[in-house]
């Protein structure tokens, strides 16, 4: 029994993408603040999975064998420790559990192949942001990975706790007379300064971390724009209006977990706007065909693909071939699995989320090299 906080590897979906006898695939959205209801689910989908596998003449020693392994799984301290999702795959010699913070649609499935299109999704999607809560009372910076919830980032150097000591005033809340700065104008110029010496400090902390992954920034006016406005990170900037002091570690992760996927849709379609582009220099495939014998000739730098596409069969990853067939596996998937493999990119899309003229589902992929 397996189970796992951090997200599979290209070689664990590799391994994981091979045919079963059964498998049984069970996407479930969880809380943490419900952990009762969480498990109630994951356990009606694998009693559903197991009376479909039982209608299909499964034996009576391969049932026990999938029930004994799902009853370590709900006996499991692991339900305490939830995040927004669970993945399980369960077969005659696979038994995986992960513990996701991607909010994953509820998917059940049962067949000779596991479903892993969300886990490819997830893989290959940037799910990494940083957050900035900001008031006058203070600031803290915070981490959202692909594996973990946001959780507070401790900071390296020695930096300003709050306006008073940035400003080197005991207080800036009233209209008194502080040294030669008065009322509301004073207090703007001290907010100001309150927000460089924050901006210098936070691109600091972040020095060295990945310049891709945006800022979302929790504050109140006039601090939010004063602090955009100071920003040395340049990253991309996400403000979120409204008073940071009472936010908790998963408010602050639900609310960038509710923007990236948007983040990540925009950043797509540039992708694709980009191939469009290059569709005349011979170095763009959108034939499924096209894209199965570029792939496998390892010339695929870029696939996107649409998720959800229902095409299944079979994939050759030496010739490109591909067949057609009702209870193969994921085409897309498979393809997805070798261009990774070959070092390229992917982005697994859904449906709605690319608006480009240049999109043509169910995938395009842009090439190293024209194909002869």
Do not use: C
Not at 89 to 102: K, R, S, T, W
Not at 197 to 216: D, H, I, K, N, Y
């Amino acid at each position: 029994m397996s189970e796992r906080f951090d997200l599979p590897t290209v070689a664990d979906l590799q391994a994981l993408a091979e045919p079963h006898e059964r498998a049984i695939t069970v996407y479930a959205r969880t809380s943490p603040d419900d952990r009762e209801k969480s498990l109630l689910a994951v356990k009606s989908a694998v009693d559903s999975a197991l009376r479909t596998l039982r209608e299909q003449g499964i034996s009576h020693n391969m049932e026990q064998a999938l029930r004994d392994r799902w009853a370590a799984h709900e006996a499991s301290m692991i339900w305490g420790r939830l995040s927004a999702s669970v993945v399980l795959l369960l077969a005659d010699d696979v038994d995986e559990l992960f513990v996701l913070p991607n909010a994953f649609e509820d998917r059940l499935q049962v067949g000779a192949h596991f479903d892993l299109g969300q886990l490819i999704r997830a893989v290959t999607t940037p799910q990494e942001a940083f957050a900035l809560t900001l008031s006058q009372n203070g600031w803290n910076l915070w981490h959202a990975t692909a594996s973990g919830r946001a959780t507070e980032l401790p900071l390296r150097g020695e930096h300003p706790a709050d306006i008073a000591e940035a400003t080197n005033r005991a207080t800036v809340r009233d209209r008194s007379h502080v040294r030669r700065l008065v009322g509301d104008e004073g207090r703007g110029v001290l907010l100001r300064t309150y927000a460089q010496r924050v901006a210098e400090a936070v691109s600091t902390e972040l020095a060295g971390t990945s310049p891709q992954a945006p800022l979302f920034v929790f504050a109140a006016a006039p601090l939010l724009d004063l602090y955009r406005d100071a920003d040395l990170t340049g990253r991309r900037l996400e403000t979120v209006p409204g008073a940071p002091d009472a936010l908790a570690a998963h408010d602050i992760d639900e609310a960038i977990r509710a923007e990236l996927p948007g983040i990540n849709a925009a950043a797509i379609n540039a992708t694709i706007e980009r191939l469009g582009d290059e569709i005349a220099q011979g170095t763009v495939a959108r034939d499924l065909a096209d894209i199965a014998r570029a792939t496998a000739l390892g010339a695929v730098d870029t696939l996107v693909y649409d998720l959800t596409a229902s095409e299944t069969g079979s994939f050759d990853p030496t010739s490109g071939a591909i067949g057609y067939d009702a209870d193969g596996y994921q085409l897309l998937s498979k393809i997805a699995l070798q261009v990774l493999q070959t070092g390229g990119t992917v982005h697994a899309v859904r449906p709605g989320e690319v608006t480009s003229a240049v999109w043509l589902p169910p995938a395009v992929a842009g090439l190293r090299f024209t194909l002869a």
